[in-house]
């Protein structure tokens, strides 16, 4: 299957700062990539879509000003978390489809903010 | 809010197949059924997909009844590599619609 590479897949950061996390589709261009955030045994949570060169649509209760999303190309999108808290941390997973009529995943990033 | 209903845990003897049901009764004529599975701590893994069709890949197949509104996913030979959490996911063939994850089934097999 097509290969979607998420980076850093750990990243701990101190409460006040901002992180950015990325997701590249490597074999594909990904028109659309979908952002999830999952706590400990519970299911994934979409926070948003994004479609290449467009602006990200979040799901009702998710901050956009809090969860900045861009999608400036069509092998990348980047979540940045700002003024980071500790309820921020979390399991982080982006998705992308393209020509093709699956998504695939991005292995994850586990953020702690302390 | 998910479109499926899956019982939400299962167990496997190791080496028989594993038959996860997926209730869908809402599903429209242009959605597809997809699976997904998801290890602890990696993100999902693409599983299969269909429409109204039986489908086989080197993974599992895919059971869909007549009326679309339940399907079954088999693992033919389930090794302990195979526990995770599985996702039934009802979704049109496009790439911009959205995938939405209801609480899935826990598979544990067991050696």
């Known amino acids: 299957g097509a290969v979607v590479s998420q980076h850093p897949s750990r990243v701990i950061c101190k409460s006040g700062t901002s992180v950015k996390i990325e997701c590249r589709s490597l074999?594909?261009?990904?028109?659309?990539m979908f952002w999830y955030r999952q706590f400990p045994k519970k299911s994934l949570m979409l926070m948003a879509t994004?479609?290449?060169?467009?602006?990200?649509?979040?799901e009702q209760g998710v901050e956009k000003d809090k969860f900045l999303i861009n999608h400036a190309s069509l092998t990348l999108s980047t979540l940045t978390v700002t003024s980071a808290h500790p309820e921020d941390s979390s399991f982080y997973i982006c998705?992308?489809?393209?020509?093709?009529?699956?998504?695939?995943f991005g292995q994850g990033t586990r953020l702690t903010v302390v | 809010d998910a479109k499926t209903t899956q019982p939400p845990s299962m167990d496997c003897a190791e080496g028989r197949a594993a038959n996860l049901p997926c209730n869908h009764s809402?599903?429209?004529?242009?959605?597809?059924v997809y699976w997904y599975r998801q290890i602890h701590s990696q993100g999902p893994q693409y599983i299969i997909h269909?429409?109204?069709n039986n489908e086989t890949n080197e993974m599992a197949s895919l059971i869909i009844t007549e009326d679309r509104k339940s399907s079954t996913l088999i693992l033919p030979h389930a090794t302990l590599r195979d526990t995770a959490v599985y996702y039934c996911?009802?979704?049109?063939?496009?790439?911009?619609?959205?995938?939405?994850f209801g609480p899935g089934t826990s598979l544990s097999v067991i050696p």
């Open positions: 998705s992308a489809t393209g020509g093709q009529t699956e998504a695939f």
């Open positions: 074999d594909f261009q990904a028109t659309t």
């Open positions: 994004s479609n290449e060169g467009s602006k990200a649509t979040y």
């Open positions: 809402t599903i429209s004529g242009n959605e597809y």
């Open positions: 269909g429409l109204k």
């Open positions: 996911i009802v979704r049109a063939k496009t790439s911009y619609d959205k995938v939405i």
